[in-house]
């Protein structure tokens, strides 16, 4: 990694790139200090160290949206809008004819992308404002003129964001949403290491103790990253014979290739979708004031708020309070649920069967047709429950070592999975540019 880096800075142009983004994200950096006019932002904070349940979407826009910045809602609108439109490709055939009509469709598509993002946030701030003004932590007070001030400021820095990373794809390294998400989930990282040392290595109580926790604590960290850079590059190879056919007085085809089916075909977006649905019911319940169980006289709707709490999970101190753990059970089922229903609507078996029967292409030993299409979803039903096991594996670490052990950190198996991602993607982006400005040079000589 570091010499892919070192290198691309001895190239002027990959280096100005880099340096581009760097300046984006340090803009970035700064709109997340810049408060939202009108909100007691320490309210804000505390109302998030009570209900340190939200760091899920906290850890998302680098803490801003605990500080409430004009970046508070940061760049989850145009993720939630890029997972709609991905899910209404499938539904509506418009949207299906311009994703499969080259560059030009995904242009249209990116454009409707950011419409509806523009909508999400308009829509998000608008709620936070309401919620905010009903619970008292305006410091105008509710008016027309102080909900329209906090509904514009994170609107327009939820679209900011959103062109900044555009910016970032254009004239940087490319990823620019990707990149600056990472960021954001970086830049967490110290405090957490920090929390982490201060805990269990000089809060121990010899210097054996800390050592120990502190080599466990490097273990855990470098061997879930191993893990999940297996599980990211982990991929089943189906090979593909294609056919040779006359074409005038020449004899062309007959080579052979090969259909790449990752074993983490879903990415990260199944345990994004569950620990959505988790979070969701925390986050209304929590600003109507209703607090998740905290004993046995309490209600049913608070003990099923605990049960979606990640935080109750895995706490063997009692059985009253390990029995929360059902929550992780539910999680990981919707999670292995998600995992299927994202690679059913991102890869068809039938479409590639299509084509490669088009092209002169067959599996060899399967013959085309209906038992193509069986074979592939034999094989894919197969790797995406690997690549879920490999996804609820990395998941569950942190919220054991949380529910067990106390080590709370705002970054999960999430915010991981995230980052091994985007640095490994945006490496093979950066080695990419540098392979073709090779191919250049040696035309030019």
């Known amino acids: ?62 803490g801003s949206f605990s500080q409430m910045s004009i970046f508070a809602l940061n760049i989850t609108p145009y993720i939630t809008s890029s997972i709609i439109l991905q899910l209404l490709t499938i539904a509506i055939p418009r949207l299906e004819e311009l994703h499969k009509d080259g560059e030009e469709g995904r242009k249209k598509i990116a454009e409707y992308t950011r419409y509806v993002s523009i909508a999400l946030a308009i829509i998000e701030s608008a709620a936070m404002a309401i919620g905010f003004g009903n619970a008292g932590y305006l410091t105008e007070g509710v008016s027309f003129t102080s909900i329209s001030v906090i509904i514009v400021s994170l609107s327009a820095g939820s679209a900011v964001l959103m062109w900044l990373g555009e910016q970032i794809t254009e004239k940087g390294v490319g990823n620019g949403i990707s990149i600056i998400l990472l960021y954001n989930i970086v830049s967490r990282i110290p405090e957490d290491m920090t929390a982490l040392y201060e805990k269990f290595v000089s809060g121990a109580s010899n210097v054996t103790n800390g050592l120990l926790a502190a080599i466990i604590i490097l273990a855990v960290i470098i061997g879930t990253i191993v893990f999940i850079i297996i599980l990211s590059d982990g991929e089943r190879r189906i090979n593909v014979q294609y056919s040779k056919k006359t074409q005038g007085r020449k004899l062309i085809g007959g080579q052979s290739s090969h259909i790449p089916l990752k074993v983490n075909t879903a990415g990260v977006i199944p345990v994004i979708f569950a620990g959505s649905l988790f979070q969701m019911p925390i986050v209304i319940a929590g600003f109507a004031g209703v607090q998740p169980a905290s004993g046995d006289g309490t209600s049913i709707g608070q003990k099923i708020l605990k049960v979606l709490n990640q935080n109750a999970w895995c706490n063997f101190e009692s059985f009253g309070e390990f029995k929360y753990t059902l929550g992780l059970v539910i999680y990981v089922l919707l999670l292995i649920f998600f995992a299927y229903f994202y690679t059913s609507i991102t890869f068809n078996p039938q479409e590639v069967s299509m ?91």
């Not at 280096?15 to 994200?25: G, H, N, P, S």
């Not at 408060?35 to 760091?55: C, Q, T, Y």
């Open 1 to 62: 990694m570091f010499e892919t880096v070192r290198n691309a800075f001895k190239i002027k142009d990959l280096r100005k790139k880099i340096l581009y983004t760097f300046m984006v994200l340090i803009v970035v950096r700064i709109g997340c200090q810049l408060p939202v006019p009108g909100v007691d932002a320490s309210v804000i904070s505390r109302f998030f160290e009570e209900h340190n349940s939200l760091d899920f979407f906290n850890q998302l826009t680098g």
């Open 355 to 445: 084509n490669m029967k088009k092209q002169g292409g067959f599996i060899p030993g399967i013959r085309p047709g209906k038992p193509t299409i069986e074979y592939l979803t034999k094989v894919l039903n197969s790797i995406v429950f690997i690549g879920a096991i490999g996804l609820a594996i990395v998941a569950i670490i942190p919220i054991f070592f949380s529910g067990a052990f106390g080590a709370d950190v705002s970054f999960g198996g999430t915010s991981l999975i995230i980052i091994v991602g985007v640095v490994l993607e945006t490496l093979k982006q950066i080695e990419s540019q540098m392979l073709v400005r090779h191919y250049r040079g040696f035309i030019n000589d």
